[in-house]
């Protein structure tokens, strides 16, 4: 090859490296999907400030011969491009081949490889290849990548901080360790490390080195399948949620993708089991004809649409309905565990208890967990309720607290109960049902109420108003920008009734545009709320032991419709070991 030639392609490759290094993750990214296309079964991603510095790869897989290390990093090394209707099966990861060349291009590059007894060393710098020899025999590739953009400093100057770079990176292993429970993975940055999974081919212990023990506990396991889809996975209770989306994994043939229809869906699932800022944990492994994928989409964007789309939702959506809707999901309150249980302590040093109550608010970026035990216990949590209609134990009142907190008792521990929250979820379960009937009752007003309006709002309000003769309320217009409401429905309580009005009013002036479901779901939630705030009344024992019958016989005890539980579980084992009656001698 002539200089020229050479200069050329170093050009070339610095420019594509533009394109495809934009960030560590996506070195890394590059590297790891070799060692995967190499066969590994074990990948070590080692990482010095957060691979600003440095990052190694070291795999087990077949390793490369000198001339193939050396074509490795040419820019035409074709050998990995393949046909588009391999791109979602098993064994390949996208195309890419050139992406070896464009990162050799802005940066020093180590490569030591054997395939068949033979090592081969290379040495790259800046793209110009400085070192070609004999290498030492052992199985697999080793590849530094070090001072990435150490000659295109402008990129440099664009690389984000440390912290979001290990995240990114991070957040891409995790993801090929759950598409690969079978390979061992560890990530470590300088010291730590970040993630370490044991390559059984066990999903649920690959989610527990990620996610810790508390939330692979509470973790269920779904199955089911279609005339085209099968699906296995996992998904967490609905008191398990996160603030970022990006822990709803799906996982097609392999691959991890983004599908933004099939995260609307888990998400709606949930509806009404928790908040809807707030979203699961899921991990969703899709077998599809690879023919149903359209294939159209570019695969480095992890985008990917379905032929037969709607049937998948509907398989996505009964899976997890069908999971969480037969459950007892009252949170139990966490005891921290005691380690030993008959160490003996010092006697007067203050012992805080600590409830982790906040679940919540735990880290989205997973923290470094360094001894990985997998309890028998969590792996196989299958029992089905056998739902008898209710799904919630009997439970007796005790008290209330505040006026706030309902206080219960059974055979197996204490409740606290929200007021607010139970009352909500009962009004709610009433109202849909209620505005779901084909003939809705309406009850005529003795006394019309008129509601005036600000004359922008009136006009929104004009065009709605049939949504108000959905609802069953005989509405007319009445004098400048007013209305008279004549009938109003059965189900929605007479007090507060111009208070009740005004907000279907908002929620119709606010929304604008949207679907006759959702504006209903919206209106039983409102007014859910609104009738479930208390009145100045003295609640009595009986008042209290009814509303908490009417919220077992609710198809959804647990959560508020926006939500939030209604109930916490105190087992007594829990409140044992809170007292510090169990697990040591106590007997004075
Ligand atoms: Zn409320
Ligand atoms: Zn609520």
Same mark, same amino acid.
């Given at each position: 090859m002539s200089?020229?030639?050479?200069?050329?392609?170093?050009?070339? =490759? %610095?420019?594509?490296? &533009?394109? #495809?290094?934009?960030?560590?993750?996506?070195? #890394?990214?590059?590297?790891?999907?070799?060692?995967?296309?190499? &066969?590994?079964?074990?990948? %070590?991603?080692?990482?010095?400030?957060?691979?600003?510095?440095?990052?190694?790869?070291?795999? =087990?897989?077949? &390793?490369?011969?000198?001339a193939d290390a050396v074509l490795s990093f040419s820019r035409h090394a074709t050998s990995k491009i393949i046909s588009e209707d391999d791109l979602y099966n098993l064994n390949t990861l996208g195309f890419r081949g050139e992406a070896l060349a464009s990162i050799a291009a802005v940066s020093r590059v180590d490569l030591k490889t054997c395939a068949k007894d033979v090592g081969t060393h290379v040495v790259i710098d800046g793209g110009k290849i400085l070192e070609v020899s004999k290498g030492d025999a052992r199985v697999g590739t080793i590849i530094t990548v070090s001072e990435l953009f150490y000659n295109t400093p402008a990129r440099l100057k664009h690389m984000k901080s440390l912290y979001t770079e290990l995240a990114n990176i991070t957040d891409y292993m995790n993801k090929l360790a759950l598409s690969h429970p079978d390979i061992r993975f560890i990530l470590q940055n300088n010291d730590n490390i970040i993630l370490r999974t044991d390559g059984s081919g066990n999903l649920l212990k690959v989610i527990q080195s990620i996610y810790g023990n508390s939330v692979t506990r509470k973790m269920v396991p779904v199955k089911g399948e279609n005339a085209d889809y099968e699906i296995s996975g996992y998904i967490s209770l609905p008191e398990v949620h996160r603030s970022s989306r990006n822990n709803m994994i799906t996982i097609v043939n392999g691959r991890v993708v983004r599908n933004s229809d099939i995260n609307r869906t888990i998400n709606e699932a949930y509806h009404s089991y928790k908040p809807d800022n707030r979203y699961p944990i899921t991990v969703l492994n899709i077998t599809v004809d690879p023919s149903v994928i359209d294939v159209n989409i570019h695969p480095t964007k992890m985008d990917i649409k379905f032929s037969k789309m709607d049937t998948l939702l509907e398989l996505v959506s009964s899976l997890i309905i069908n999971k969480i809707s037969n459950r007892n999901l009252i949170p139990e309150v966490e005891v921290k565990k005691e380690t030993q249980k008959t160490v003996e302590r010092p006697k007067y040093i203050e012992q805080v208890i600590k409830l982790d109550l906040n679940e919540s608010v735990i880290e989205d970026v997973p923290l470094p967990e360094e001894e990985v035990i997998v309890n028998d216990d969590i792996i196989s949590d299958d029992e089905e309720y056998n739902s008898s209609t209710e799904l919630m134990h009997e439970m007796y009142p005790v008290g209330l607290v505040h006026g706030t907190y309902i206080v219960l008792e059974n055979e197996n521990g204490m409740y606290l109960m929200d007021l607010h929250a139970a009352k909500e979820r009962c009004n709610y379960e009433r109202f849909k049902e209620a505005m779901g009937k084909p003939n809705i009752a309406s009850t005529a007003l003795l006394f019309p109420v008129t509601i005036e309006l600000s004359s922008d709002d009136y006009i929104i309000l004009k065009e709605h108003l049939n949504l108000f003769t959905d609802l069953k309320f005989k509405v007319e217009e009445f004098g400048i920008n007013s209305i008279i409401v004549k009938e109003h429905p059965t189900w929605l309580p007479t007090n507060n009734l111009e208070d009740s009005i005004r907000t279907i009013i908002d929620v119709i002036i606010k929304e604008k545009e949207f679907s006759i479901e959702k504006f209903n779901e919206k209106v039983a939630m409102m007014m859910s709320c609104k009738h479930a705030v208390r009145a100045n009344t003295h609640l009595t024992i009986e008042d209290i032991r009814d509303l908490v019958e009417d919220l077992r016989k609710c198809k959804n005890p647990f959560n508020c419709p926006h939500g939030r539980p209604t109930t916490i579980f105190y087992s007594n084992y829990d409140l044992e070991k809170l007292f510090k009656r169990s697990g040591f001698d106590m007997k004075k």
């Open positions: 200089v020229i030639k050479v200069m050329d392609e170093i050009l070339a =490759n %610095k420019i594509a490296a &533009g394109e #495809v290094v934009e960030k560590c993750a996506s070195v #890394v990214k590059e590297l790891v999907e070799n060692s995967i296309d190499a &066969g590994a079964s074990e990948i %070590k991603v080692l990482l010095i400030d957060s691979g600003t510095r440095e990052i190694k790869v070291v795999d =087990n897989g077949k &390793g490369m011969d000198e």
